[in-house]
C-alpha cells in the first residue's frame, strides 16, 4: 500500500494512482504496521519533506508512553503545543504557539470542527476525544490556505480516528486489538476493543469501544504548591467514560473512494472545590462522509468532506450559599452545540516553463448553533434566565469562503503561493442590563437586544524553499490569517449567577475581526546512514514571529454607575515570537530524541470599552510556558522486542495577565522524570509498565486550570492483544 500525507497530514491507505491529491506527498511504498517511522514522536518523514510548520504523532508513541488521563497528556512533547489542562475534566484545549480559546486553535476528529465552549472559571473552549480512538495526531501550526483554515489564526490540530491497519495484523483480512491499562493514584482503567475487517478488496469496516473510569488522584509530595489564595484546592473529581467509534470504507467504482464515520464519547465527571461539586454529563456525536475521485487525470483530484458534531453538557450546581441571601439554590443547565459544516476541494497538476505546478483550488464553511437552558430551583435566583444563557449566549454563525494554493517546484526550489477569502456572518440574542449606563436597578430593567453582524476579508501566503543537498530544506514564509468574533464574545449579556449583587455582562456587536500575520524561517534536516549503518537522524526547527492585531478577551469595566464584563479588542498589538525545534535519533538498538519550545508572548493592556467606560483590568489570557524541554531516550533489547525508555520534561511558566484563571495556585517551574518499558511477546501481545512523575513532584502544570494541583507519582501497567 501506499501511505499518502494530505495537507493536515492525515496519513491514508490509497492506491498509487491515488497519490497526488490537496498538499499531499506520497510516501513510499510501506506497511503501516511494523514500520518504524524515525521522527519525533513517531512522526513520519513526510512531515521533514515538508517546508512549514507541521507535527506529528504515531499510534505506537501514544501507546509506549503510559496510559494517559488526558487527551492533553499525549501533546506534552510536541515543540510549541501546550494545553490548558483542567485535571477535572476530560475535555482537551489545545494552545498553539500562544493561541488558543474562540476558534484560533481549530480541534477537529477526522477533519470534523469540535467548537464546543462553556464559560466560566477557566477556559472556555474543550474538545472530548478519546485517546483510545485516535490512530495518530496531524498538527499544523499557524493559518492555512488549504480546507480545514476557516476562521482560523492558530493552527488546526486533528485527531485521525482509528483505520484497518492500525487493528488487523499485516496480511490479514480481520483483525481484533484489545488495549487495557491500570494503574496507582486512582487510575483505575483506562483501554479499548476494536475490530477491522476487510470484507472484500473495496469494502473495509472498523468498529471499537474504550473505557476510562478514574478517581480522585494525590498530587505530588516533594515541594510546595503556592497559594495565590487563601484555603484549599479541589481533587481531580472522578470520572467516567464511554467512547466508540464505527466506520466504513468502500470503493463505490474506479478510483472513487468513500467512508462514513462516526465518533462518540459519553463522560460523567465533577467539577469543583469542597462542597460545591458540579455534576457534568458531557456527550458527544460526530459524524463524517469523505468522498475521493482520483481518475489519474491532470486537471482532476477531488476531495469532499460533510460533517456533523452535537457536543452537550448536562450540569447539576448544588445549591452554593444556603445560608446566604447573595448565594443561589440549585440550578441545572444544559449547554449545546451543533456544527454542521463541509469542503470541496480539487488539485490540477501541469507543468509550466521552469516549473511543475499543482493548484489546489475549493471552498469551505461551517455553522455552529449555540443553546443554553438553566432552570433555577428557586426561580427569583434567576428570574430573566439570563444567568447562564447570558454568559453562554444563544445565537448562530456561520464562516466560509474559498481557497486556492499554487506549489511550483523545479529541482532544489519550491514556491508556494496562496491565499483565503474568508466571510461569516453572525446573529444571536440576549438581555442587558440598562442599570450598566442609566442607574435603574439591576434587577429592575432587564432589556432584550439582538445582534446581526457580518464581514469578510482576502488573507495571503506565501513560501519559499530551497534544497540545497538531499536531506537539508530552508524555508521562509509568511503567513495571514482571519478569525472572526464568535457568538460567545459578541453576545455576552445577563449576570454572573449568585443574586442581586452580581456582576452584570455586557455584548459589544462592535467587535473586530482578529488579523494575524506571521514570519517564519525554517530548517529540516533528515539524514539515514549518518553514523552507522541503519540508523537515521530527523530534525525540524523554526523561529517565528506572529503579530495579531485586534486580539478580543474579556475586561472588567465600569461605568459611573457600575462594574461589569464585556468583550473588548485590545487596542495594542498582540506579539507572540519563538523558537520550536524537534529532534531525533535512532540507531535500532538505541535512541535519543527531544523538543525544546521557546516563547515571548507580549499582550497589551489598552481597549476602548465604549463610551462612558473606565476600564480597570483585563479579566484574563492564558499565557503559554516560556520554556519547555523535553528529552527522551531508551534502549532495545533481546532483538529489539524489550525497549526500556525515559522522558525528561522541564517547564518555566509564565503567569497569566491575571489572578482569575489561575485561581487558587501560583504557577512555578517543575521538571518531571518519567520512565517506561514495553516488552513484545510476540507479533500478537505486547506488555507495558510505566512511572510517571517518579520524583513525585508537586507541581501545577503550566496553563493549568483554577483548582486542581497535578497527579503525584503513578504506576501504570497494560497490555496489548492483537489477533
Not at 504496521?33 to 521522527?39: E, H, P
Not at 549503518?533 to 506572529?546: H, I, L, N, Q
Not at 513484545?680 to 513525585?696: G, H, P, S, Y
Request: net charge negative.
Amino acid at each position: 500500500m501506499t501511505c499518502v500525507l494530505t495537507a493536515g497530514l492525515s496519513c491514508s491507505p490509497l492506491g498509487a494512482q491515488e497519490a497526488a491529491a490537496e498538499g499531499e506527498v506520497a510516501l513510499e511504498e510501506l506497511s503501516l504496521i511494523g514500520r518504524m517511522f524515525f521522527g519525533w514522536q513517531g512522526a513520519s518523514d513526510a512531515v521533514y519533506d515538508t517546508p512549514g510548520a507541521v507535527a506529528q504523532i504515531g499510534r505506537e508513541a501514544i501507546d509506549d508512553r503510559g496510559g494517559a488521563r488526558n487527551t492533553a497528556d499525549i501533546l506534552r512533547s510536541v515543540s510549541g503545543v501546550n494545553a490548558v489542562i483542567d485535571r477535572q475534566t476530560p475535555g482537551l484545549n489545545v494552545n498553539i504557539r500562544g493561541l488558543q480559546d474562540q476558534g484560533r486553535v481549530s480541534m477537529t476528529i477526522d477533519g470534523a470542527r469540535q467548537n464546543f465552549q462553556q464559560s466560566g472559571h477557566g477556559a472556555p473552549s474543550f474538545a472530548f476525544i478519546d485517546p483510545e480512538l485516535i490512530g495518530g495526531v496531524d498538527i499544523d501550526k499557524g493559518p492555512t490556505s488549504t480546507a480545514g483554515g476557516a476562521g482560523v489564526i492558530g493552527g488546526v490540530v486533528n485527531f485521525r480516528t482509528l483505520v484497518f491497519d492500525d487493528i488487523a495484523l499485516p496480511d490479514k483480512d480481520y483483525g481484533v486489538r484489545v488495549n487495557a491499562t491500570t494503574g496507582t493514584n486512582a487510575f483505575d482503567f483506562n483501554g479499548s476493543l476494536a475490530a477491522a475487517a476487510k470484507v472484500s478488496e473495496a469494502f473495509e469496516l472498523v468498529g471499537a469501544v474504550g473505557r476510562k473510569k478514574l478517581g480522585e488522584y494525590d498530587a505530588g509530595t516533594h515541594g510546595d504548591l503556592v497559594y495565590d489564595k487563601e484555603g484549599g484546592f479541589g481533587k481531580f473529581t472522578t470520572q467516567d467514560q464511554w467512547s466508540w467509534l464505527a466506520k466504513a470504507t468502500a470503493e463505490v467504482a474506479e478510483n472513487q473512494k468513500v467512508t462514513l464515520a462516526y465518533t462518540g464519547l459519553a463522560a460523567d465527571f465533577g467539577t469543583g472545590s469542597g462542597e460545591f461539586i458540579d455534576t457534568n454529563k458531557v456527550t458527544t456525536h460526530t459524524v463524517v462522509a469523505d468522498w475521493r475521485w482520483a481518475p489519474g487525470l491532470w486537471w482532476a483530484d477531488f476531495a469532499a468532506k460533510l460533517y456533523y458534531t452535537r457536543t452537550s453538557n448536562d450540569q447539576f450546581r448544588p445549591d452554593r450559599n444556603p445560608d446566604s441571601t447573595v448565594g443561589t439554590d440549585a440550578f441545572s443547565v444544559d449547554y449545546k452545540i451543533d456544527t454542521v459544516g463541509g469542503s470541496l476541494t480539487n488539485t490540477s497538476r501541469f507543468t509550466i516553463p521552469m516549473f511543475d505546478v499543482a493548484l489546489t483550488y475549493g471552498v469551505e464553511y461551517f455553522h455552529d448553533k449555540t443553546a443554553t437552558a438553566s432552570v433555577a430551583e428557586d426561580p427569583a435566583d434567576d428570574p430573566t434566565g439570563s444567568s447562564f444563557s447570558g454568559s453562554n449566549p444563544n445565537g448562530e454563525r456561520g464562516v466560509g469562503g474559498a481557497f486556492a494554493r499554487a506549489e511550483l517546484k523545479r529541482d532544489w526550489l519550491t514556491i508556494l503561493l496562496g491565499g483565503r477569502l474568508d466571510a461569516y456572518n453572525m446573529t444571536g440574542s440576549g438581555v442587558v442590563f440598562d442599570g450598566l449606563t442609566t442607574g435603574c436597578g439591576l434587577r429592575s430593567c432587564p432589556t432584550p437586544f439582538d445582534v446581526d453582524k457580518s464581514g469578510a476579508r482576502f488573507s495571503p501566503t506565501a513560501t519559499v524553499a530551497v534544497t540545497p543537498r538531499e536531506g537539508v530544506q530552508v524555508y521562509a514564509s509568511y503567513e495571514q490569517g482571519y478569525r472572526p468574533p464568535n457568538i460567545m464574545e459578541t453576545v455576552l449579556g445577563g449576570t454572573h449567577p449568585g443574586g442581586a449583587l452580581s456582576v452584570p455582562f455586557g455584548p459589544n456587536p462592535d467587535l473586530k475581526p482578529e488579523v494575524s500575520r506571521t514570519y517564519e524561517l525554517g530548517l529540516n534536516l533528515k539524514r539515514d546512514g549518518l553514523f552507522i549503518e541503519g540508523d537515521a537522524f530527523r530534525a525540524k526547527a523554526s523561529v517565528y514571529m506572529t503579530d495579531v492585531d485586534n486580539y478580543i478577551t474579556d475586561a472588567y469595566v465600569f461605568t459611573d454607575v457600575r462594574d461589569f464584563f464585556m468583550n473588548v479588542n485590545l487596542t495594542d498589538r498582540t506579539r507572540l515570537n519563538g523558537i520550536d525545534l524537534e529532534l531525533n535519533y535512532d540507531a535500532g538498538v538505541a535512541y535519543l530524541g527531544g523538543s525544546a519550545t521557546f516563547l515571548n508572548s507580549e499582550f497589551g493592556d489598552k481597549y476602548d470599552a465604549g463610551p462612558g467606560n473606565r476600564f480597570t483590568e483585563l479579566s484574563g489570557i492564558y499565557l503559554a510556558p516560556k520554556r519547555k524541554l523535553v528529552l527522551d531516550g531508551g534502549l532495545r533489547f533481546l532483538e529489539r522486542k524489550l525497549t526500556v525508555g525515559a522522558r525528561v520534561t522541564d517547564v518555566l511558566p509564565e503567569r497569566g495577565l491575571s489572578g482569575e484563571l489561575t485561581g487558587l495556585f501560583r504557577y512555578e517551574p517543575y521538571t518531571l522524570l518519567d520512565l517506561y518499558s514495553s516488552y513484545k511477546l510476540n507479533d500478537n501481545l505486547t506488555f507495558r509498565a510505566a512511572i510517571e512523575n517518579l520524583t513525585d513532584v508537586a507541581y501545577v502544570e503550566a496553563m493549568a486550570a483554577a483548582l486542581s494541583a497535578s497527579p503525584g507519582r503513578t504506576f501504570t501497567i497494560g497490555a496489548t492483544a492483537r489477533f
